[in-house]
Structure formats: C-alpha cells, structure tokens
C-alpha cells in the first residue's frame, strides 16, 4: 500500500464518517416511512402528519397512500367505540 499523507488519512476518514451517516439517515427514513404508514392506517391525513414533519403533504400522502376502505372503516369503529367508552366514563361522574 502506498503511503498515505495527512489529506488522504483526512478524506478516507470523512467517507467512513459519510457511509455511516447515511446508513444511519436510511434506518431512521424507514422508521419515519413505516409510522407514516401507521398513522394512515389509524385514520390521520397526510395534512396533519405534514404538518407533525415538516414535509409536504404531497410527500406524505405519496409514502402513506390512503389506506384500504377496510382499514379505514375499521379506524372509524376503534374511533366510534373510544368516544362511546369515554362517553360512558364520563357519564358516571
């Protein structure tokens, strides 16, 4: 191997420092992409998670398209039986 000067030795470190930067900024993208998703799945729009990150709505709505009309419904009966619950919880106050 040839000798390496103080530059080299300066470059080679910043792109290791780069490789796991990125493969850290893809981990958390993931991350970010798969509760995007979920919040999709359990009724939120693409407006308010928008507004949650900073990004687009356009951008959410393309990574967290409208879920399926099953999932949807079944979002809004968990959301129907939450208020009844806390309808009757209040009620016996």
Known sequence: MCHMDALDTEIQAAAK?????????????????????????????PSHMAKLTGFTREWVAKIAPAPSTEAMQAAIRRRMDENAARNIADSDD
């Open 17 to 45: 420092k780069r490789a796991k930067a990125e493969e850290a900024f893809t981990r958390v993208d993931a991350e970010l992409r798969a509760l995007l998703v979920q919040g999709r799945a359990a009724g939120k729009g």
